[in-house]
């Protein structure tokens, strides 16, 4: 079993930054990918970044490559979302889940990912 909890969310302007946090905890995460996901009012949940928890490779959605940043440090559990520029298209509830490599790698399916967090809501006013 694991946990992923997720903090760090909260109003901002258009162009400002924000960090999210994802605390994980329960088992090792080895042979998993910690992936963000973002969901507007009436909209479907969006991959927007993911990183191996071994290796520390990343991945991005386009939308947010160049401006967004995310990073683990593996003595905390935590995987970071460092969100710079942003934009009203950004807003939503942003949910951290954790992915099993062992069955390979789908960074955007929402059901290749085995445990969700509860999400923390980022709201930004243009």
């Known amino acids: 079993q694991v946990q992923l909890v997720e903090s760090g969310g909260g109003l901002v302007q258009a162009g400002d930054s924000l960090r999210l946090s994802c605390v994980v905890s329960g088992r090792t995460l080895s042979n998993y990918l910690i992936g963000w996901f973002r969901q507007a009012p009436g909209k479907e949940r969006d991959f927007v970044a993911a990183?191996?928890?071994?290796?520390?490779?990343?991945y991005y959605a386009d939308s947010v490559e160049g401006r967004f940043a995310i990073s683990r440090d593996n003595v905390k559990n935590t995987v970071y979302l460092q969100m710079n520029s942003l934009k009203p298209d950004d807003m939503g509830v942003y949910y951290c889940a954790a992915q099993p490599l062992r069955f390979g790698l789908d960074l955007e399916r929402l059901s290749a990912y085995e445990y969700w967090g509860q999400g923390t809501q980022v709201t930004v006013s243009s």
């Open positions: 990183i191996r928890w071994s290796g520390g490779r990343t």
